[in-house]
């Protein structure tokens, strides 16, 4: 059940639209990422490198859980709120398969950094009870720390590799600015709660400063494999 | 760390090697099942579903560690013992790929089922902290219900399938046992291990009842599902 203290901003019928929209597309994306880890660990080199991918899939999976609760408390039906997003990240997805070990780890990381970038710059305009659960499906570093470690090794024993992964980064991140274009331009509840000025401090100058952090960010990420953004 | 008191039937080699053999084997069994749950989730008729699936393999993950740190403790590389029973596994898997979401629900509950009771037995026969590990990663009834569930209803909707399934449950049994028969006849620590007597009451009598135990709990889990075995 949702506490009373907390349903102040669900009072609103916009917001409510916007954090189920939200809630939903983190849901789908997860749900395809655990997909994605299992079907890229079948290109490792090593069962250890498989496991350690079934095991991100794994953390998804736990992260999912409260999601879907969250969903069912807001009166949607879960699942019926993740499917607006499935083309976007299904496109995502079929647009950027990995072609081997490498191009999958990559995805791992750099997929999972940009979701997290863009859930924690969202998260900053919700409510608490919101704010935390969105928080609370970031990942931790310890999936951070394995593929920068893998990489810089793999980089380290064939550098040849090195000028196709940074153009492979490159692909995920055009990739997946054009999908979340694609799904804000879909998604009236967003645009409607961006111009409707519901949110302090929500607008679309500070969606642009978003992007631009979360661009600087996905350069750092891919410095730390070693490779050019 | 191996406790001293647990150490005793460790100092037999035949026993030691034939622990290995046996945790390996279920590592690289429970590594598959991951693999091929999510694959199979893919062919999922609703998100629910897939999630369902997705849901078994991380529960799948959970117990897979504790059969890896205790493969370490015996002072071999877990992922070294796993190796002789990738090509039996992975057979398996090619020979009963499902070509629709009811034979990948139904290899998930067979496969289980069957996986379970096989383990179950040797137990019986092993230390009691092996035979707990073993215990601990036996899957408890819910996804057994949530299968048969699932499957009852679905030929309650199409009584047509109902043939086809119960065909393609006996041809997992027989692929499974081709398989199990493959890998015994393989590997001498279990044959050295059965043929030296050292365990009490285990010999190829035994072996034989337990067969046929198996085999009876495999029709029952067919009839469970409203399909002749």
Known sequence: ????????????????????????????????????LTEDGKMAPSLEDKVALQGMAAAQHAKLRPVIERLGELGVEPFTAMEPFAAAFDAFHAHTAPSDWWEG???????????????????????AQTRDLVLSTLEDSGRADFVVGRVRAGIE???????????????LMGEAVTQAQLVAGQRDALADLITSGHLQGLDFTAIGDMMARITHRHVDRMARLGLAH
């Open 157 to 171: 024993t064939d550098y040849a590799i090195a000028g196709r992964l940074a153009l492979w980064g490159r692909r």
């Open 1 to 36: 059940m949702v506490a009373s203290s907390e349903l102040a901003p669900f009072t609103d019928p916009l917001y409510r639209a916007a954090v189920v929209d939200l809630l939903g597309a983190v849901g789908y994306g997860e749900i395809s990422a655990i997909e994605r």
């Open 105 to 127: 780890l990559i995805k791992a990381y750099v997929g999972d950094g940009l979701a997290n970038d863009f859930y924690r710059e969202v998260a900053g305009f919700l409510d």
